[in-house]
């Protein structure tokens, strides 16, 4: 497939040839001075604003398709073998953290896309369906993984990411951004996640079908991300956040914004 940039200056060229054609047989018709207007210059390329940090020479990349056991024992290295069983999704890992991460400041995240196993337990809610409030006993499911995120190295983690960096970044073109660079998303969602607000009080929700939502309409439409901090309460929030904010300054040398 030819790629945007390329039809661009096929067709510059295209144009160029054709008016010098039209020029070199009506030359003799047309007044010395009239000109010819340039073509339009090609569009610039979107700019990067955080371009990775350079990766060691670890030898060559398996292709994707075949990525997902030298990415498990890679992560493995980093968390635990025992952790990477226990918690990450048994395939497509590349392809899975692509689509979570590009989804995670969006509204929704597709859970059969999402790189981790479900959390154990059922979500726990105190109150009826149109008077609730978030059970704290809920927060102690996501405790196990969070004690697991709070032992990691974020700076071998990081290597671990810039090491099979050139496979994320074919995924997230392949999803529909040919123009786009995955790292700067990556650092988009990492901002979501930091944005995320912390009630002051019991998280109040309703249950107008299915499943239960904010009673807030605020909290509501927060992006999806922020709606999975909230619901693991503020320890686990705020131990996430800590590594989040280690992750980022390790991939941009730069602080994240302030909120």
């Keep these: 497939m030819i790629n945007k940039p390329m039809i661009v200056v096929a067709a510059v060229v295209v144009a160029a040839a ?4 039209y020029y070199l047989h009506n030359r003799s018709a047309q007044p010395p001075h009239v000109i010819a207007a340039a073509p339009a210059a090609a569009p610039a390329e979107p700019a990067i604003e955080h371009p990775v940090p350079q990766a060691g020479d670890a030898g060559p990349l398996p292709a994707l398709g075949d990525s997902d056991p030298a990415i498990k024992d890679a992560l493995g290295g980093v968390a635990g073998s025992d952790v990477v069983m226990s918690y990450l999704a048994p395939d497509g890992i590349i392809r899975r953290i692509v689509v979570t991460v590009d989804n995670l400041p969006r509204q ?8 981790t196993l479900p959390v154990a337990g059922a979500f726990q809610a105190v109150g009826d369906e149109l ?3 978030l059970d704290p006993k809920n927060f102690a499911r ?8 709070r032992k990691l190295d974020m700076r071998r983690l990081a290597d671990v990411y810039l090491r099979f960096y050139p496979l994320f970044q074919r995924v997230y073109q392949d999803l529909g951004y040919p123009n786009g660079y995955f790292n700067d998303r990556l650092i988009q969602a990492i901002d979501s996640l930091l944005a995320t607000p912390q009630p002051a009080g019991p998280i109040e929700l309703t249950r107008p079908n299915v499943m239960y939502i904010f009673a807030d309409p605020g909290l509501e439409a927060r992006p999806a991300g922020q709606k999975i901090l909230l619901r693991m309460g503020p320890e686990n929030t705020a131990a996430i956040k800590t590594k989040l904010v280690d992750l980022r300054a390790i991939l941009t040398a730069a602080p994240p914004p302030k909120h």
Excluded at 18 to 21: D, R, T
Excluded at 109 to 114: I, N, T
Excluded at 142 to 149: D, F, L, S
């Design 131 to 133: 008077h609730a409030t």
């Design 108 to 115: 929704k995240v597709p859970l059969d896309k999402r790189p």
């Design 142 to 149: 996501y405790e196990p993984m969070v004690g697991a995120i």
């Design 18 to 21: 054709l008016g010098l054609a």
